[in-house]
C-alpha cells in the first residue's frame, strides 16, 4: 500500500511547526528594539499608553489606558479599550502627565525648544518680542509636528521711560510719568498681547543705591482697568509687598512674582484671596538671588544633564551679581504656604531667561521648591498644568481629557509622591507626536582624542605638535593687560633630546592677573573640545629660570568658563612634571578645550623650556 | 397544482446539495442532543469567559479584550476536536461509518456534514462570547474587527476538524474522548489561550509555535491588535499546512482501515 501521501503530510506538518518556532526566535528581537522610537498620536495616528498612572492635572487614575489620536487625546479611563492595530507603550510603573506649563518666561532663542526638550509644552512670555506674536499664534493653534513648546506672551510691558524691562538694549514703547495707561494698553492689546503685563518695580527690593523710575499707582489701576475692558488679563511684575497690594486690590488678574522684601502678611494673603488674584511665584528666580546653589543642582542632576545645552547648563550655574540675599529667598517660600494656605492659586513659573534658570529644566526645579514650601505634590503639579491653563484661559491644554491637545509627559516612577520623579523622563509628546530628545551633552559630539600620549617632542625641529591644533602664545592682552611672550624651537631638550619649545616674555603690570606663556589646543580648531577622558595624567619635562608656573586646564561646555590650575617651579635642570588630570578641580576632561602652561604673578621676565609633552 | 409540480423539480434539480444539508442537519441535530457534547461545548468557554473576563477581572478592558479572543479560540478548537474526535470514533466503532458508506449518498456527505455542524457550533460559541464581551466585560471594538474576530474565529475551527477526523480514525469509541482531552486542554494552556503567555515560563512560551490553537490563537489577537506581532502568513500557513496533513493522514487511515 502507497503510504507517501502520509509521510508527505506527516512530514509537512512537522516542518510548518519546527518553522514556526525558528520563525518565533527571529522575529523576537526587532519588536524589542522598536520599543525605544516613541509611538505618535499626530494627525492621522494613534497610539495608547496602557496601565499608566494619570495625574490628569487635577485627580490621579492609579492604573488607566489612554488613547491618543489625530493630536488629541482620544479616551482616558481605567476601562478603555485598546483599538485594534493601534501601537502600545506600556505604562507600568509610569506616570501620564499634561505637559507642564511654565507661567512665566522670557523665551528667546532656542528657548521653546530648549522648553519641550523637558516636557514644558507651553510657555507664558512676560515680556518679549510683539512682532512675532502672528507667528506665535498660528504655531500654538496647529496640531502639527513641532519640536517646540507653544508660547504665549505678553509682547511689551507696561513700563515708564527708563524703567524695569527698558534696559536690554532694544528699544520698546514706554509709557510716559504723565501718560495715558489706557491709550498705552490699547496700543499693546492692538500689537496683538495675550495678556498685559504692568511692571511696578523702582528696585528698592533688589538695592539700597539703586533707583528705577516706574509707572505711578493710578497709572497701575488704570492700566488693569483699560486691560480688562479689551478682555485681556492683568498681570502685574512687584516685588515688593506694598506694591502687590496695590496691584491685588486694583483688581489685577495676578501676580507673576512673589515679592520677597517681607513675608506676606494675613492683610495681604485676605487680599488676595477675596479678590481671587492668582500668584505665580517664580520660586526659582529668588532661589537665584539668594544664590542657593539650586540652579547648579539642577544642572548637576543626572536625570536632567544629558539633555541641557551647553547654554543652559551656563545659565543655571550663573549667578546674580552682588552678595546673596536669602532672606528674600526665604519671605518667598514663607509667603507662599501662606497664600497656598489660603486658598490662592499658585502656579509654576520660573523666570527663565535670568541667571541660575533655564527654560525646561528649571519647572522640574520650581516644582520641587513649590514642594519645599509647602505644596503637596498633587497641588504642585496642579500648579503647572491645569491651574495656568485655567487661569490664562488656554481651553485645550493642562488636563488629560478627551478632546483635549495630547501635550503629555510620560516618567518613570511616581511624582505625586516624589516630585523629583518628573525629571526621569520617558516620552514627551506635543501635539500627539513624540518628541525627539538628542541628548545635549558635549562629550557624546566630542570627538575622542587621538590615540597615542605623545603631544609633543620638539624632534623634527619645529614646534609642531602630533595633533591638535598646535601651541599658540596667550598673554593677558586679551583681557587688557600688556604682558608679552614669545615662543620658538630651541636645540637642546630634556635627557639629551634634540629640541624643546622655548617660551619667554615678560609679566607686566596692568591687569590684575597678569598672564603671558603657551597654549596647547587638542581640537582641529581653537578650544574646540575634544574628549579626553581615557586619559589620566598630563606629563612633560621642564626647565626654567626657577620661577614658579601655572597649568591651565580649559573644559566644559563653555569656551568662557574658567580655567582650573595647577602650579609647578621650573629650576635650572630638567625635571618631569607630572599633574593627574584628576587634581584639576572643576575639570571635565570629556570636554577638553586647551592646556595652557604660563607664568604668572610676580612681574619681570620669564624664560621657560618644555619638552616631551605627553597626555597619558 | 404550480407548487406541487415545481417541489419535486427542484429538489430534483438540487438532490446532491439536498443530501448534504439534510445530513448536515441531522449531525447538528445529534450533536445538539447529546448533552455529553453540546453543554461542555457551549458552556465552557461561556462560563470560563465570565469568571476570568468578566468577575475576575474588575474593569480592566484591555484584558477582556485579549481573553475575548483566546477563549473563541478554546470554545472552537473543542466544538471541532470533539465534534469530530469523538464521534468519528464512536460512528467507527458502532458500524454507522460503514452503514453510511453503504447508503446512496454522495461521498464526501457525512464529512462535509461534520464539518458544518462544528462551524456551525464554532459560529454559536463565538457569537456568545461576542455578545458577554460587548455587554458585560466591557470590550468596544469597531463593527469591522467584531465581524473579522468572529470570521477568524469560525474559521479557524477547521484545522482542529482535521485533528479531530484524525483522531477518530485512530482511537477506539471509548478511548478518543481521553485522547481529546489530553490534547485539548494542555494544548490550550501552552498556547497561551488561558493565560498570556508572558506569565508562562520561559521554555514553554518560547515552545507554543509548536501548537497550532498558538496560531490561530495569534490571528484572533491580531484583529484586536494584541498580537506578539509576528506575520499573518506565517499562521495561516502553519494552520492551512495542519489542516492539509491532518486530512490526508485521516483519509489514508479510513481508506485502510475504514
Request: hydrophobic fraction near 50%.
Amino acid at each position: 500500500m502507497n503510504r507517501w501521501p502520509e509521510i508527505l503530510a506527516a512530514g509537512a506538518i512537522a516542518a510548518a511547526i519546527a518553522g514556526a518556532v525558528l520563525a518565533q526566535g527571529a522575529s523576537a528581537e526587532p519588536a524589542v528594539a522598536a520599543d525605544v522610537v516613541l509611538p505618535s498620536g499626530g494627525e492621522g495616528a494613534a497610539f495608547a499608553i496602557t496601565g499608566v498612572r494619570v495625574f490628569d492635572g487635577e485627580r490621579v487614575l492609579p492604573a488607566a489606558n489612554v488613547v491618543i489620536r489625530d493630536g488629541r487625546i482620544a479616551a482616558v479611563g481605567a476601562d478603555v479599550a485598546i483599538p485594534a492595530g493601534i501601537e502600545v507603550v506600556d505604562g507600568a510603573g509610569r506616570t501620564l502627565l499634561p505637559g507642564f506649563i511654565d507661567a512665566h518666561t522670557h523665551s528667546w532663542g532656542e528657548a521653546q525648544r530648549d522648553a519641550l526638550r523637558f516636557g514644558v509644552t507651553a510657555e507664558l512670555d512676560m515680556f518679549g518680542d510683539w512682532n512675532r506674536i502672528p507667528a506665535l499664534r498660528a504655531q500654538r493653534e496647529s496640531l502639527g509636528a513641532t519640536g517646540q513648546a507653544d508660547l504665549w506672551t505678553a509682547g511689551a510691558t507696561v513700563t515708564t521711560a527708563g524703567g524695569h524691562g527698558t534696559q536690554y538694549g532694544f528699544p520698546v514703547p514706554t509709557l510716559a510719568a504723565d501718560g495715558d495707561a489706557a491709550a498705552f494698553v490699547a496700543a499693546r492689546v492692538a500689537e496683538g498681547s495675550d495678556y498685559i503685563k504692568l511692571i511696578v518695580e523702582d528696585f528698592s527690593t533688589h538695592s539700597d543705591e539703586r533707583r528705577l523710575p516706574t509707572i505711578t499707582p493710578a497709572q497701575v489701576a488704570a492700566a488693569i482697568t483699560a486691560a480688562h475692558a479689551h478682555e485681556r488679563r492683568a498681570v502685574v511684575h512687584a516685588s515688593s509687598q506694598a506694591d502687590a497690594l496695590h496691584a491685588v486690590e486694583s483688581g489685577a488678574d495676578g501676580l507673576v512674582h512673589v515679592f520677597h522684601d517681607a513675608a506676606a502678611s494675613p492683610e495681604f494673603v485676605a487680599a488676595a484671596r477675596s479678590s481671587g488674584a492668582f500668584v505665580v511665584p517664580t520660586l526659582s528666580v529668588v532661589a537665584s538671588f539668594a544664590q542657593d546653589g539650586s540652579g547648579s543642582a539642577l544642572a548637576a542632576d543626572a536625570r536632567l544633564a544629558p539633555w541641557l545645552a551647553a547654554e543652559q547648563r551656563g545659565a543655571l550655574e550663573a549667578a546674580f551679581p552682588g552678595a546673596p540675599r536669602p532672606a528674600a529667598f526665604d519671605n518667598a517660600l514663607r509667603s507662599v504656604a501662606a497664600l497656598h494656605a489660603a486658598g490662592v492659586d499658585v502656579l509654576a513659573g520660573t523666570d527663565a531667561g535670568n541667571p541660575g534658570t533655564t527654560h525646561g529644566a528649571s519647572v522640574h526645579g520650581e516644582l520641587a521648591l513649590l514642594v519645599r514650601a509647602g505644596l503637596s505634590p498633587r497641588a504642585a503639579l496642579a500648579a503647572a498644568t491645569s491651574v495656568p491653563a485655567r487661569r490664562f484661559g488656554l481651553d485645550d491644554r493642562g488636563r488629560i481629557a478627551p478632546g483635549l491637545r495630547a501635550d503629555l509627559l510620560l516618567v518613570d516612577g511616581d511624582p505625586t509622591a516624589d516630585i523629583a520623579a518628573t525629571r526621569a523622563i520617558a516620552g514627551i509628546w506635543k501635539n500627539g507626536h513624540a518628541v525627539v530628545r538628542p541628548r545635549m551633552d558635549a562629550p557624546a559630539a566630542a570627538p575622542a582624542i587621538a590615540a597615542g600620549a605623545l603631544l609633543a617632542d620638539f624632534e623634527d625641529g619645529a614646534t609642531g605638535v602630533r595633533f591638535g591644533h598646535g601651541w599658540q602664545l596667550t598673554t593677558d592682552a586679551m583681557a587688557g593687560g600688556t604682558s608679552v611672550a614669545d615662543q620658538a624651537w630651541a636645540a637642546g631638550g630634556a635627557a639629551g633630546s634634540r629640541g624643546a619649545l622655548r617660551v619667554a616674555g615678560e609679566i607686566r603690570p596692568g591687569f590684575a592677573f597678569p598672564w603671558a606663556g603657551t597654549m596647547f589646543h587638542p581640537g582641529a580648531q581653537p578650544m574646540q573640545p575634544v574628549d579626553a577622558s581615557a586619559r589620566s595624567e598630563l606629563v612633560f619635562q621642564a626647565r626654567g629660570d626657577g620661577r614658579g608656573y601655572q597649568v591651565m586646564l580649559f573644559s566644559g561646555p563653555s569656551m568662557q568658563a574658567l580655567p582650573s590650575m595647577q602650579a609647578f617651579t621650573a629650576g635650572p635642570e630638567w625635571r618631569e612634571v607630572r599633574i593627574p588630570l584628576a587634581s584639576f578641580a572643576g575639570a571635565d576632561v570629556a570636554t577638553l578645550r586647551a592646556v595652557a602652561i604660563t607664568a604668572g604673578q610676580p612681574q619681570g621676565a620669564f624664560e621657560l623650556y618644555i619638552d616631551q609633552v605627553e597626555l597619558r | 397544482m404550480h407548487a406541487m409540480v415545481e417541489v419535486p423539480a427542484a429538489a430534483r434539480r438540487h438532490p446532491l446539495l439536498k443530501s448534504h444539508v439534510l445530513e448536515a442537519k441531522y449531525e447538528f441535530l445529534r450533536m445538539l442532543r447529546t448533552p455529553m457534547f453540546a453543554l461542555p461545548t457551549l458552556l465552557f468557554p461561556v462560563m470560563f469567559y465570565l469568571l476570568f473576563g468578566v468577575a475576575m477581572n474588575r474593569g480592566d478592558g484591555s484584558a477582556a479584550q485579549h481573553m475575548l479572543a483566546t477563549y473563541g479560540v478554546f470554545g472552537v478548537m473543542g466544538a471541532a476536536l470533539f465534534g469530530f474526535g469523538v464521534t468519528v470514533a464512536m460512528d467507527r466503532a458502532q458500524g454507522l461509518l460503514a452503514l453510511k458508506r453503504a447508503l446512496p449518498m454522495p461521498p464526501g456527505a457525512w464529512l462535509l456534514a461534520k464539518m458544518a455542524m462544528a462551524l456551525l457550533f464554532s459560529a454559536i460559541v463565538a457569537l456568545l462570547l461576542a455578545v458577554i464581551a460587548a455587554t458585560l466585560a466591557g470590550v468596544s471594538l469597531a463593527p469591522g474587527q467584531w465581524a473579522l474576530l468572529w470570521l477568524v474565529h469560525v474559521a479557524g475551527a477547521l484545522p482542529f476538524c482535521a485533528i479531530g477526523l484524525y483522531i477518530g480514525t485512530v482511537a477506539g469509541g471509548s478511548a478518543a474522548p481521553v485522547v481529546v482531552n489530553l490534547l485539548y486542554l494542555p494544548m490550550s494552556f501552552l498556547s497561551g489561550l488561558w493565560l498570556p503567555l508572558a506569565m508562562l515560563p520561559d521554555a514553554l512560551a518560547r515552545l507554543a509555535p509548536v501548537w497550532p490553537s498558538y496560531h490561530h490563537g495569534q490571528l484572533a489577537l491580531k484583529v484586536v491588535g494584541m498580537d506578539a506581532g509576528q506575520p499573518v502568513a506565517l499562521h495561516l500557513g502553519v494552520l492551512a499546512v495542519v489542516a492539509i496533513g491532518f486530512f490526508v493522514l485521516a483519509r489514508a487511515r479510513l481508506a485502510r482501515c475504514g
